[in-house]
């Protein structure tokens, strides 16, 4: 365990365990309390104290979490049956942090979804069992309060804040039936009419469900596994929108392509979005899911916010080379662009001022370590682990909100341990011969610029919907039509002195004989330039050269019409 910034030393209260089978790590939500399993126990002390608490027997416990009041410890063990085929034992065990004591015991097949949830005055708690997902109060673990029963429901998320507790739970379609997610609100749980809200979707074979911190919506990722269109390797992905007082939206991105990440902002009423094909795009939507700001495109896949709000850092990693993008987003102005180059975690420290990127084990089993950056671009911190060694967990120590309050955002870089190096580029080999000329322009792709998306509608900062917008550019539209009518009633009489070189329009006083005549011109006009792309050596389409063989044909309707003038 290290102090946080500005000292970086290890820190004297903690004993260093130095077993090699330390693999699990976790920090209650308060950040009071610390627990970790060396392979033999799991062993939890009080930060502050420094002190151990209590020390369970589990040397097989993979992964185990903390409830947010600290009262329970949830380990999960990997299910195993007996060699007879007869049922294994209870892998999910519930500790009482005060006693020590189980207060009960659960078969938890699955890794994935294995911890329970709670409120976060541990008033309820849930588990997703056989279809039905679980609900006990007050940790009393032997009654189950409640039940929410849906065919086939598969995923549920706790709405985070006070009373009352929402759920968002998700049931995959089967049959020709659209997948849906709806929202409840405990303990209301009487068939569809007592829901929330509710959205239906196809393409869904997973779904990933981000409530905001005011339990106001919930955001769906909805993916396939497969992209039967063939455009992408990663499958297809729909972006959906469902607030708690029943609306619902399908969130239009500009660009296509996968969604890499999206995040709420803090502050409950804008969310961020990475999505499409690379360089990707990333945008900020508010509540009505209309853009706001568009930061352009970029080499990025994720997006962090910090605990406050007032900064966010767009970024790239996994296959891209860790470049980091921060920015002010109550000014939307870029304040630095560092590169974290093979990083596989990113979190933001408690205090909103300090971010820590590491590369672990197993994604990577070289070159493992962590820096700590100020978001200034600053490392002020960083550790390689030996090459023998691995390092497969980083965490910052958490604290409550309120316990840092915000800070005035800063542009100029903080004074760090290491200068900034910042990798250029790399160069395209040219040959000796080309070397003194200019280098051609060999851009894949032009990079799109960041653009303010709010609309500025008589100096109002609300933002306008896009029904309000499309009916603002029909009224534009028809105010125009109408000028141009005006101006051609005043020009009529004008039109005798026109010039000697132009030739005036022939009519014919039929307008559907003058509208045959124009639409003939245009055609001959088309056939014209296609001539022309084919005499500078243009491989011509089929239905390009059939164009052209009906050029007689046109002509001679032309010459007919206008003989009938």
Known sequence: MVNGPPSFTESVAFQRDSGKNCKAVAFSKDGSLFGWCNGEKVNVVNVTRAELLHSFDLPKTVCFEFSPKNNVLATWQAYATAKDGTAGVPNLQLHDLRTGKCLKSFVQKKMQNWCPCWAEDESICARNVNNEVHFFENNNFNTIANKLHLQKVSDFVLSPGAQPTKVAVYVPGSKGAPSFVRLYQYPNFGGPQSALANKSFFKADKVTMLWNKKATAVLVVASTEVDKTGASYYGEQTLHYLAASGESAVVQLPKNGPIYDVAWSPNSVEFCAVYGFMPAKATVFNLKCDPVFDFGTGPRNAAYYSPHGHILVLAGFGNL?????????????????????????????????????????????????????????????????????????????????GVFPERAVRYQAVPGELPRAEPGPAQAYRPPALRHRPAPSSRLHEDEPPQNMKPQLGGSDKPVSKIALKNQRKHEAKKAAKQEARADAHQGPAQVRTPQNTVPAMTTGDPEVDKKIKNLKKKLKAIEQLKEQAAAGKQLEKNQVEKIQKEAALLKELEDLELGV
């Not at 590491?358 to 820096?371: D, E, H, I």
């Not at 911190?381 to 909100?401: C, I, K, N, R, T």
């Open 321 to 401: 080379r860790g470049q980091m993008e921060v920015w002010d987003v109550k000014n939307y102005k870029l304040i630095s662009k560092p590169v974290a180059s093979d990083s596989t975690y990113f979190a933001w420290c408690p205090d909103g001022e300090h971010i820590v990127t590491a590369t672990c084990a197993p994604r990577l089993r070289v070159g493992n370590g962590y820096k700590i950056w100020h978001y200034t671009g600053s490392v002020l911190h960083s550790h390689e682990v030996p090459a023998d060694q691995e390092m497969w967990q980083v965490s910052w120590q958490p604290f409550l909100d």
